[in-house]
């Protein structure tokens, strides 16, 4: 046993002091305090040494079973789990020890020792209890899977997030779960990685007890005393269980995960759907399959550019972090855009002031704000404190008081400029001006400004509530207090910032453009729209580049396509003239119902998908790779990571590779560049490889 330091703490600190305990005196290890209340209940508060959040690692399990066999000999009344960070209960594992661990006998090592402490707390005889506040996600939620009651102060959050890194539960979560709630619900949990909230979780029966923490004492004291008695289980769950359904259920489940995830690219769904449906008549037997089901998975190259792909997200998030915060954003222009930047500035608790030069215009900003907000099941008394916070403002009086001005009207040098020369003399001395524009150079929308300083770029994707990436756009003139200021309001309001040069297109729609365009010039070759679509979707995008183009609206394509044209010489694309035939007829795509495809509401009618061409796939990923090796090399973007990190949040690039240049470079830099100059033989000059790559080679 680890030789254990017998600190006794005279006095708690005042942190445990608002958690309501009275532990008399505590003993600590590095990530558990533990100790005796006055009615010989043993608490274990985890403290994760050194972090402000707890995450789960062997050393964190090692040490519990060390506090297990310390206090059990005392025979104590019961025992409580609790974390002591205010930030909640457990995040769930610590990640790092996942990326490179591909060695799937170690990674059963440490999971069987996780197994076996879990296992230990679950078969005590006495009471356990996991209190839980905040977040209790991944390991953290097996981990009070594994405690007899779960009481949750009001506003806690579970999940299973594993699913997003290419993993399972791995802790004994598989089984726990789909024994306690319907296993339907838990393997949806698992499935999708969404959270549930308190009342949802009470609902499922996943907790046993939601409160207020000055409850908690008491909830305590009720379930030490066993006067809290697990729910049994309900009709739904009995009938989930019966075996001769399970098939069935099962088949539905890959049917649904199948649409999120093709199973060539992301097994970790499958395998836990097979999990269930093989063994969860046989709890001993599932725990086995699961540890080693998660340990291949680990070993696998999808989880491993997964886990990569949640690095870049904190990658990002970090270059937001140094910058004062917003209180009061105005925005100009109540469009697509406009309207829902500031309804979800509104969401994140900025007071947004919004104008237009037509009113209608942001009443219709306000009604779509208030759907968003329901839409996202946000309480009503929380709608009407976000509504309260987005003030309909016609004659823009806002602008004299925001931190930051957000300019969103149409894609206009002259106009945009018109509207700075009667805005800027009004901001305050202090705000940013910044401008969403897709395509237009910041040094041409700010050298009338009295102060270019404060101008950036904060290009929002659409639709805005769901594309988690801004990019935020430098200029020479650019502040360096502007640019700092304007990635941390990005990250402020729950966004990733990428920091990108004014260039044509930026980064994410100029990689885009050629993926588009390539279709065009499949289009014109007869290939159709959905053989093309189908052949970027078993690459693995999540929108084929027709489609794409469709949502995107035809009209703005071709905007972007001449623009990128004009000022790159790019070689023309075969098949632009067909486009410019359907912008002229009003053909703009998903908006007006008719663009390649015709449109339900916001559902493409697609027919069938053929076979496509062997290339196809290469023809329209990578020009994608090309033009990102080409804004490395005009310093556009200043590091790979944060190209694979905008194409993935902003594109959606395939998540499993790791992000474009993680695919070049699994892949090898000589092969794509070979297949670069094979496709230029076969269809021509547009394909010619970018002189970046020879500096990637060396
Ligand atoms: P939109 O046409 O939907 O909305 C523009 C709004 O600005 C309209 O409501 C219009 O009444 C208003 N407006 C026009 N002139 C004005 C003025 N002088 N003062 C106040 N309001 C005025 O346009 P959108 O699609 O929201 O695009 C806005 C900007 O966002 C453009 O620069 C566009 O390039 C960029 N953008 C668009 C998308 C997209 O997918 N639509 C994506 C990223 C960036």
Not at 297 to 317: D, G, P
Not at 582 to 610: I, Q, S
Request: hydrophobic share 45%; aromatic share 6%; proline share 6%.
């Amino acid at each position: 046993m680890r030789p254990l330091s017998r600190n006794v703490l005279a006095a708690l600190e005042p942190r445990e002091l608002e958690l309501g305990l009275d532990m008399g005196s505590s003993h600590m290890l590095r990530h558990w305090r533990y100790g005796r209340d006055g009615q010989g209940v043993a608490w274990l508060l985890f403290d994760r040494m050194g972090a402000s959040v707890n995450t789960i690692d062997e050393e964190v399990l090692n040490e519990l079973a060390d506090v297990l066999r310390l206090l059990l000999p005392e025979n104590p009344a019961g025992i409580v789990i609790r974390s002591a960070k205010r930030a909640g209960f457990c995040a769930g594992a610590d990640v790092s020890r996942f990326a490179g661990q591909i060695d799937p006998n170690e990674a059963e090592r440490v999971l069987l020792q996780g197994h076996m402490v879990l296992d230990a707390i679950s078969e005590l005889a006495i009471p356990t209890v996991a209190v839980i506040h905040g977040h209790c996600l991944g390991g953290g939620l097996e981990l009070a899977l594994a405690c007899r009651t779960r009481i949750a102060v009001d506003g806690s959050k579970f999940g299973f997030p594993e699913v997003l890194l290419g993993l399972h539960p791995g802790l004994g979560g598989t089984v726990r779960s789909v024994g306690l709630i319907s296993p339907v619900e838990a393997m949806t949990m698992m499935l999708t990685g969404k959270t549930v909230d308190t009342t949802r979780a009470r609902a499922i029966g996943l907790v046993d007890v939601v409160t207020q923490e000055r409850h908690v004492a008491a909830a305590i004291r009720d379930a030490v005393a066993g006067r809290i008695r697990p729910p049994a289980a309900t009709l739904r769950a009995r009938i989930e269980r019966l075996p001769a359904l399970r098939g069935l259920l099962a088949n539905r489940m890959r049917a649904q995960a199948r649409k999120r995830a093709p199973e060539a690219h992301y097994s970790a769904p499958y395998a836990l759907i097979d999990l269930w449906e093989k063994f969860s008549d046989r709890p001993g037997a599932m725990r086995n399959e699961e540890l080693r089901s998660f340990a291949a998975l680990l070993a696998s190259r999808t989880a491993q550019n997964l886990i990569r792909v949640f690095y870049l997200r904190e990658n990002l998030r970090k270059m937001g972090e140094a910058g004062k915060p917003m209180t009061h954003v105005h925005v100009v222009g109540a469009g697509a855009m406009g309207g829902d930047i500031a309804a979800w500035c509104a969401l994140k608790g900025l007071r947004v002031t919004l104008s237009d030069q037509k009113p209608e215009a942001i009443g219709g900003a306000i009604r779509r704000a208030e759907a968003l907000y329901r839409k996202r099941h946000m309480k009503d008394v929380e709608v009407r404190d976000a509504l309260d916070r987005l003030v309909a403002d016609p004659r823009g009086h806002g602008v004299a008081q925001a931190d930051l001005v957000i300019e969103a009207v149409p894609e206009n040098l002259a106009l945009k400029k018109a509207l700075y020369e009667t805005i800027e003399p009004r901001m305050k001395p202090s705000a940013l001006l910044a401008t969403n524009t897709s395509s237009i150079s910041l040094r041409d929308l700010g050298e009338d400004l009295r102060n270019p300083g404060r101008l950036v770029g904060l290009h929002f994707f659409n639709p805005v509530p769901r594309m988690e990436l801004v990019e935020v756009v430098a200029h020479e003139d650019i502040f360096d207090v502007t640019f700092s200021r304007a990635r941390a309001f990005v990250r402020q309001i729950d966004k990733l910032p990428a920091p990108v040069a004014s260039e044509p297109g930026f980064l994410v729609n100029r990689a885009l453009m050629p993926y588009m365009a390539e279709a065009l010039a499949m289009l014109a070759e007869g290939i159709a729209a959905p053989t093309i679509d189908a052949a970027a979707e078993a690459f693995g995008m999540p929108v084929g580049p027709v489609e794409l183009a469709d949502r995107v609206g035809l009209d703005i394509c071709l905007a972007v396509a001449d623009l990128l044209a004009r000022k790159q010489a790019t070689p023309p694309t075969p098949g632009l003239e067909k486009l410019r035939g359907k912008v002229a007829r009003g053909e703009l795509g998903m908006k007006t119902g008719k663009g390649f495809y015709g449109w339900n509401g916001d559902t493409p009618r697609k027919g069938r998908a053929g076979d496509p061409p062997a290339d196809a796939a290469d023809r329209l990923i990578l020009p994608m790779l090309n033009a990102c090796v080409a804004c490395l090399r005009e310093g556009v973007v200043a590091e790979e990571s944060t190209v694979d990190a905008a194409m993935i949040f902003g594109a959606g690039f395939a998540p499993f590779t790791g992000g474009p240049m993680h695919y070049a470079r699994t892949q090898g830099v000589e092969d794509i560049v070979r297949k670069l100059m094979e496709l230029v033989r076969r269809h021509g000059p547009r394909f010619e490889p970018d002189e970046g790559w020879m500096s990637l080679n060396s």
